[in-house]
């Protein structure tokens, strides 16, 4: 079997013939396979859903409970037969219940990698090495400019200028999912025992983490009016970047604007936002990491997606490896 007759891309996702099913569809199908719960690669109006526990409680902590017909639980490494078509599972590191899919038949593996990382985070499972013929990978940060420093480090910045402006919030944007929690876990690693403030927004996924064993600590609601404004001097409050764009962030006392992404590696992306203090905190791998996990899956062939394709293409035809764009559209940075 050729590898484009088990997987292919169409207007609605990466589609297998054999197996009837779409990865991470961005249209309504009959049967969706989700790779994580982020909203650019999980949506609501499938007919039947397939997804690790964790995604799947998280699709419908963001959707609702009746976000999809019916729903099937992936255990992690387990085979599921579909069609003909041997479908599992592995941890892809990115965030809570993030998922690779390999899709195995007729002597062809490939694997769908979703949104990957290579660094530890204890906030989720460790990315898995899965050898296969094809190996589909992102490249949002597909370019050798792009190598993530460490984000402990990064962390520690954060804590500094806590203590170093005891009369300031320090606001930090952080995506709903994984991000935030990564952030509020990593300040607990590292040292940082005070109370985080949390958004609205943020308050059922920071649940759900901890009820899932991971530690946050003590979360408290940023809820501040007039007459409580300086109570959050010295704070760290941490919400979604769109709560940063409207009257909430001004409630606060001469409020630091920080951002935690893999994109405040360029300056100019900081300045544009307005953040003081960029944070280089990214759940996606660096150029490094792209390249050294296509080389260790052994594969013969990849496909590039989302991101920066030309580079990561270039690369692999550099290594001998036969690599080609997929061009799919409706994928974003929500989890960068």
Known sequence: MRARDLLHPRPEGLYCPPG??????VRPVGRAL???GHSDHARSGHAHVLATRQTLDIM???YGEDFAGTTQTAVIGEIIDIGGVK????????VLGSAQIAVEHGGVRIVASGDYKRRADPTCASFETIQCDVFITEATFGLPVFR????????????????????????VGAYALGKAQRVMRLLRDNGYDRPIYIHGALVKLSDYYQNQGIALGELLPATVDRSG?????????????????????????????????GWMRI???????????PLIISDHSDWDELTETITETGASEVW???????????????????ARPLHLVGYEDEGD
């Open 20 to 25: 009837d099913f779409y990865i991470d569809p």
């Open 34 to 36: 989700i790779t994580h």
């Open 60 to 62: 419908a902590l963001r």
């Open 87 to 94: 479908v599992s599972f592995h941890p892809a590191g990115h």
């Open 148 to 171: 993530h420093p460490d984000a402990g480090h990064e962390v520690e910045k954060l804590m500094k200028s806590a203590q170093q402006f005891p009369e300031r919030a320090h606001l």
């Open 229 to 261: 404004k300086e109570n959050f001097a010295g704070a760290i409050v941490v919400g979604p970047p769109s709560a940063f764009a409207d009257r909430w962030a001004r409630r606060f006392p001469d409020p630091v604007s920080a951002f935690a992404s």
């Open 267 to 277: 300056r100019q992306r900081a300045k544009q936002r307005g953040v003081e203090l």
């Open 304 to 322: 590039v997606t989302h991101g920066r394709e030309e580079a990561l293409v270039r690369w692999c035809e550099l290594q001998g490896i036969a």
